[in-house]
């Protein structure tokens, strides 16, 4: 067990088990002491590496994370103090993982349930190699104005009260987290504060025992008062009773063990901690108190007390000229986190990502304001789930029902077609499904399957301005535009595009108007007067039939309607559409196990 000091001012900590709020804790309690760097030197996540985003201050630092424990202990060999918050099932290893690593002298075991079995072992193992246990079941401690661990001493309001941001006099060592938070704010009411605090951890094993701290405390020239707070339960006060005994403590000892209240039960008690039941007389708060009192310790007759007599021994020592006034400090503000600060109505913040379309916020994630359950009950298919998130409205079911049959005509075409092509050859070198897919989704544009805006968009247009066929198409001639949803290299008049007979069929039956694709009808007979081969395709059917549906609904203004042709709506519903084609290419290469795709030489025109 170390002698003396176990912590400074330029102490770094391995953290292992990333947990965000006591590391930046940590970081924020090292910028109110005004240290250089910051006490977290690297994070062990098992498995993990890179870095993790903290502030320090007001600068954002990244600090590394590292997969293992050896890996941190390399990379930062200064960091010399482990806190583990592994649980109860994974510290015992990797705090003896920690411990036999050369540049590690302080472990601080977070978790409590730790078999005893193993608690044995991580005491004996650091004993025999002058290592400090604090823990398990610790909250940590702290070096005021320098260093502290985790959770400490909990908000830095809590601490700026306790005066925890500069050096006081007092060493203090308890059983309790939780105590010692409050046995902090007492001290500094009636002291100059502390100096050093470690909670020991209240299971049946603690790795250092209070007189070892309280030892370590009459070494240390800065502390001038000890005040220790025990617990009923085990022998580990008897050991301080044997060392002031003996003489080892010249330091004035303050000290009260609690659960006095235990021989108000007729039977056996179990308190917090695993190490605070009542048993034998000897474990008793009482014999405790009073052995302690017979050594020579300092203790109050009842809790209540304690901080009179705290205040007490205190003066006496500032009457005796032991201890210099300790100079008060202003500590640096810390910068409030943007949430906070917002939450508390402090700072307005503009948002950076506007959605108008979902809401996960609440108890179901909601589309358009409608709840996914609805959706559900209401046997919603994907159609309407388009006509919500794209739409931000629940069009009627005929509307539904024919995206739903667009999805459905334009899934595929084929291997041949271009999109389709480039899926498989990808898929065939090995690449993944997203790979394959994306490589496919690339080719779409004017002349593969994204005609569908700009054939509402010109159809629309022509319309509207009551061009005839022949005035539309010579226009576009002129202009040396090909005419968009016309045309296509296999189908013809005597050879017509089936998906486009059922898309029309379905309009003249469904819709309550089709005055856009009559036109579009019209525009065809004029480029059939032309060629064989200029018949409407796909792309002109959807659109001008989009068109139709868009204006003979009733629930879109012009407006909208011009937006949703210039966004790009329309050919969103081909990409949706034939991604499932493409991911199903995909999937047929991969179940073949066909190989690397090598395009023959003999369907290449070699030329100079």
């Known amino acids: 067990m170390a002698t003396g000091q176990i912590f400074s001012k330029t102490t770094q900590a391995l953290f292992y088990n990333y947990k965000q709020l006591p590391i930046q804790r940590m970081l924020d309690f090292d910028f109110l002491c005004g240290r250089e760097t910051p006490s977290v030197a690297g994070i062990i996540n ?11 201050g007001q600068e954002e630092i990244a600090i590394p994370v590292h997969p293992t424990i050896e890996a941190a202990c390399n990379a930062h060999p200064t960091a010399d103090v482990f806190i583990n918050f592994a649980s109860f099932r994974s510290a015992a290893a990797s705090s003896m993982s920690a411990l036999k690593q050369p540049t590690i002298r302080v472990v601080a075991i977070i978790a409590e349930g730790v078999p005893e079995s193993d608690a044995k072992q991580l005491i004996s193992y650091a004993r025999a190699n002058n290592k400090v246990i604090i823990g398990p079941a610790t909250v940590g401690g702290v070096q005021a104005g320098a260093f502290k661990i985790g959770d400490t001493a909990g908000t830095i309001d809590n601490i700026i009260q306790c005066k925890l941001y ?12 939780g105590m010692s938070n409050e046995l902090y704010n007492t001290i500094a009411r009636v002291t100059d504060g502390i100096y050093e605090g470690i ?29 220790v707070l025990g617990e009923l339960g085990g022998s580990d006060e008897y050991s301080l009773v044997e060392a002031l005994k003996q003489g080892k403590v010249q330091k004035p000892v303050v000290a009260w063990v609690s659960g006095t209240c235990a021989r108000l039960f007729k039977s056996e008690v179990q308190f917090g901690h695993a190490g ?137 075409h084929g291997p041949c077609v271009s999109g389709a092509h480039n899926s498989i050859v990808t898929a065939r070198a090995g690449k993944d499904l997203v790979s394959s897919l994306v490589s496919g989704l690339l080719t779409i544009g004017p002349r593969f399957g994204g005609a569908i805006d700009d054939a509402a968009r010109y159809f629309k247009d022509a319309y509207d301005r009551g061009l005839t066929p022949y005035e539309f198409v010579e226009g576009m ?65 959807i659109g001008s039939l989009f068109l139709d549906l868009l204006s003979g609904s009733g629930m879109f203004s012009k407006q909208e309607i011009d937006e949703i042709v210039e966004i790009g709506y329309l050919n969103g519903l081909f990409v949706l559409a034939r991604s499932i084609g493409l991911i199903g290419h995909t999937f047929d290469q991969k179940r073949l196990k066909q190989p690397l795709y090598r395009h023959p030489w003999e369907d290449v025109l070699y030329t100079k």
């Open 477 to 541: 001639k002129k202009k040396g535009i090909r005419v968009p949803g016309i045309g296509h290299r296999i189908k013809s008049r005597d050879n017509r595009d089936k998906r486009v007979q059922l898309l029309q069929k379905y309009a003249h039956t469904h819709f309550p108007s089709v005055k856009y694709m009559e036109y579009a009808v019209q525009v065809e007979t004029y480029t059939l007067s032309k060629a064989n081969n200029l018949v409407m395709n796909v792309d002109g059917a």
């Open 276 to 412: 605070a039941k009542s048993g034998g007389e000897l474990e008793s708060a009482q014999a405790k108190n009073q052995a302690l009192r017979d050594a020579g310790a300092v203790v109050p007759t009842s809790f209540e007390a304690l901080e009179s007599v705290i205040k007490e021994t205190f003066e006496k020592l500032v009457e005796d000229g032991n201890i210099p006034p300790v100079p008060e400090v202003t500590p640096p503000p810390i910068p409030e986190d943007l949430k906070t600060a917002i939450k508390s109505g402090k700072v307005r913040a503009p948002t950076h990502i506007i959605s108008t379309i979902s809401d996960d916020r609440g108890e179901e994630p909601c589309y358009a304001g409608v709840p996914m359950s609805t959706i559900i009950e209401r046997g919603y298919g994907v159609g309407d789930v388009i006509s919500l998130l794209w739409f931000k409205r629940s069009l009627p079911r005929y509307c539904t029902q024919f995206i739903e049959i667009c999805i459905m005509l334009c899934a595929d």
């Open 166 to 177: 500069r050096p006081g006099s007092v060493g203090f060592v308890s059983k309790s987290g």
């Open 199 to 227: 909670a020991i951890g209240g299971d049946v094993f603690p790795g250092s025992t209070l007189s070892d701290h309280i030892l370590r405390f009459n070494n240390i020239p800065q502390v001038k008062m000890v005040v």
């Open 46 to 56: 098992p498995g993990s590496d890179g870095f993790q985003k903290l502030f320090f």
